[in-house]
């Protein structure tokens, strides 16, 4: 079965508006989660590190007050592109890690600004 | 700054045929290496998981080999079939378990019946 679940699956939103992109992991407590950005024919880009209990730690070039991260559980981390823009139109994955072992990702949240 | 190359970007093959994708990074101090798979507007499955002391991993009728010290890695995938169409993506795990993964842009596989 699934490890890590995203809501929502897709949305649509008009410029300038905020929208919230929850990731769930379903298998086991992460005190760490992964938001990665992907463009069409890109690469996932790792954009920030979600911790539980303290600041996310942004990668270079990502905004962090544009894209805001809470991780308030062991289970469940939230990313909010604020005043979103249509160049924020993308594939957002998040990602569990259970140590050394493998990374989980979640199905993905398509994002469409007009 | 590491670097993950897949080549090629994309490959169609007739069913049942054997083929090999190939990965290059360029900085071989990595922790270990995934093989991801990725349906069209879809999350990533994770196929094979690669420690960087080991040489490779099989499932089913997947192999991945890593060379570390010469920063390659392959995906060989027998007897192929249309159900295996899918981006194929490569990462490298940098700095320790905690490290980043760093991906390549991946392998558009297309397997006709």
């Known amino acids: 079965g699934a490890v890590v679940s995203q809501h929502p699956s897709r949305v649509i939103c008009k410029s300038g508006t905020s929208v919230k992109i929850e990731c769930r992991s379903l298998d086991f407590q992460a005190t760490t989660m992964f938001w990665y950005r992907q463009f069409p024919k890109q690469s996932l880009m790792l954009m920030a590190t979600s911790n539980e209990g303290s600041k996310a730690t942004y990668e270079q070039g990502v905004e962090k007050d544009k894209f805001l991260i809470n991780h308030a559980s062991l289970t469940l981390s939230t990313l909010t592109v604020t005043s979103a823009h249509p160049e924020d139109s993308s594939f957002y994955i998040c990602?569990?890690?259970?140590?050394?072992?493998?990374?989980?990702f979640g199905p993905g949240t398509r994002l469409t600004v007009t | 700054k590491q670097e993950v190359t897949q080549i090629p970007a994309a490959l169609s093959v007739p069913e049942g045929e054997n083929l090999v994708l190939n990965c290059s990074f360029t900085d071989s101090a990595i922790y270990n290496l995934q093989w991801f798979r990725q349906d069209p507007g879809k999350g990533l499955t994770s196929l094979l998981l690669?420690?960087?002391?080991?040489r490779e991993q099989t499932s089913g009728r997947l192999n991945a080999s890593l060379d570390k010290s010469s920063g390659r890695s392959t995906l060989y995938i027998a007897a192929s079939q249309p159900g295996d169409s899918a981006t194929y993506l490569c990462?490298?795990?940098?700095?320790?378990?905690?490290?980043?993964?760093?991906f390549g842009k991946g392998t558009k596989l297309s397997v006709k019946p």
């Open positions: 990602s569990v890690s259970r140590g050394e072992y493998e990374q989980y």
């Open positions: 990462a490298v795990r940098d700095g320790g378990s905690q490290g980043n993964l760093i």
């Open positions: 690669i420690q960087s002391s080991q």
